[in-house]
């Protein structure tokens, strides 16, 4: 996790009776991961976060596969997915297997209820747009090209402007991974500080910046995802009541623009993309950045064959030094098994360049992935075939 921080006020000892003014007690709560040896922080609620009224399951999230196995390799549109009301509820799924799903949304509205994922940590890359997010940690400012990193068990909320009737208040790629997300171990040195060859450091972590106490008691809603599905839990009293946390557990950003590249003077591989890891899969950043100078230098990735895991990258703008025919929001799949490498002409084209502005996201996961079949209609049935000279 990123480091030790704090916000509001703690009592001087963890673990002891820290006294309201007017009488009574906080109340402590310990949140984290990895039972009681993972990050954690200690929170301080106003009332129990215990009180619950009611609780019912809403539904399951049946992921529908499609139905055609061939293994081939593909590209989805995803700006045609529709505006649709929530941030969290409404998310369309693209791929997914046991240690994430990957979804993309373009919600028009902040939710009225609040959001805890129970089963999962989410990385939530801004595409388009801006907004806070809201939590028991405190706000959060986004703006696009950020990763919101939220771990999971933190209640929250997207606090999204209003948008024109009809259109998007943003666009989000949301990365759900059943494992902890967090940076890439070898990045730190063993005091658990990030190293300097690390392409960002621990000023580019933003934490939540302002702790604001909701004191208000009456009926809120908090939808949980646990077990494969949704449950509406019911609150007598408002969830980020928090006056003060502190530890090493809390959501945070990363702007994509201040990934540092790491370039050479011949093409190197994907691992000095590498962002986060999870278990199961791993995402990493395109970001703009001096090509490779060498004077004989292919900028362009070689043909690979990664055998061993599928190739997921989201475009988050419209270049893409060794691909054509992909747009902003364009998702290509490139599964294992299957040899991918540079569009035809590519190679050529990049032969002395000096710069690319390509900006993207990539995840790599080392389980199949599965094609969802909300995404079909999105798909370019020609990309297969695009690599072909007639
Ligand atoms: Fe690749």
Redesign the pocket.
């Known amino acids: 996790m990123p480091f030790y921080h704090r916000l509001g006020n703690l009592p001087r000892k963890r673990h002891t009776a820290f006294q309201r003014e007017g009488g009574g007690l906080y109340h402590e709560h310990l949140m984290g991961n990895l039972g009681f040896s993972g990050p954690a922080s200690l929170l301080y609620h106003l009332r129990r976060p215990t009180a619950v009224i009611s609780a019912r399951h809403m539904a399951q999230a049946v992921i529908e596969e499609d139905p055609d196995p061939a293994l081939r390799l593909r590209h989805f549109q995803l700006m045609a997915v529709r505006p649709a009301e929530s941030p969290t509820l409404d998310r369309t799924p693209v791929l997914f297997n046991a240690d994430c799903t990957i979804s993309f949304v373009a919600p028009r509205a902040t939710d009225p209820f609040f959001y805890r994922n129970g089963q999962g940590d989410e990385i939530v890359y801004v595409a388009e747009g801006q907004g806070v997010l809201e939590s028991e940690f405190g706000e959060l400012p986004f703006t696009s090209g950020d990763y919101v990193v939220v771990p999971r068990g933190i209640v929250h909320r997207y606090r999204l402007p209003g948008p024109a009737p009809g259109e998007a208040a943003c666009r989000l790629l949301v990365v759900e991974g059943a494992g902890h997300v967090r940076p890439p171990k070898r990045y730190y040195n063993e005091f658990g500080q990030l190293e300097k060859h690390s392409p960002y450091c621990e000023r580019d972590l933003r934490p939540p910046e302002k702790l604001v106490t909701h004191d208000k008691e009456g009926e809120f809603r908090v939808v949980v995802k646990q077990r494969g599905g949704y449950h509406d839990v019911l609150l007598d009293h408002h969830p980020l009541d928090v006056v003060g946390w502190d530890g090493f557990y809390y959501p945070f950003a990363l702007s994509i623009h201040d990934f540092e590249p790491i370039t050479g003077s011949l093409h190197q591989p ?1 691992p000095v993309h590498q962002t986060f890891q999870s278990d199961g899969f791993v995402l990493c950043s395109f970001v703009p950045r001096m090509l490779d100078y060498h004077p004989q230098a292919i900028p362009v ?1 070689y043909n ?1 064959s ?1 055998v061993d895991s599928d ?1 997921v ?1 989201f475009y988050a703008n419209d270049q893409f030094t060794s691909r054509k025919g992909i747009a902003f929001g364009s998702l290509t799949l ?1 599964p294992g098994g299957l040899p ?2 540079p569009h035809p002409g590519r190679v050529e084209e990049s032969l002395g360049k000096k710069r690319t502005e390509e900006l993207a996201v ?1 995840v ?1 996961t080392f389980r199949p992935l599965k094609v969802a079949a909300s995404v079909l209609t999105m798909e370019d049935p020609e990309y297969v075939r695009s690599w072909l000279t007639s």
Do not use: F, R, S
Request: aromatic share 0%; net charge negative; glycine share 10%.
């Open positions: 994907p990735p690979h990664n190739e990258i490139h991918h490498g990539m790599d």
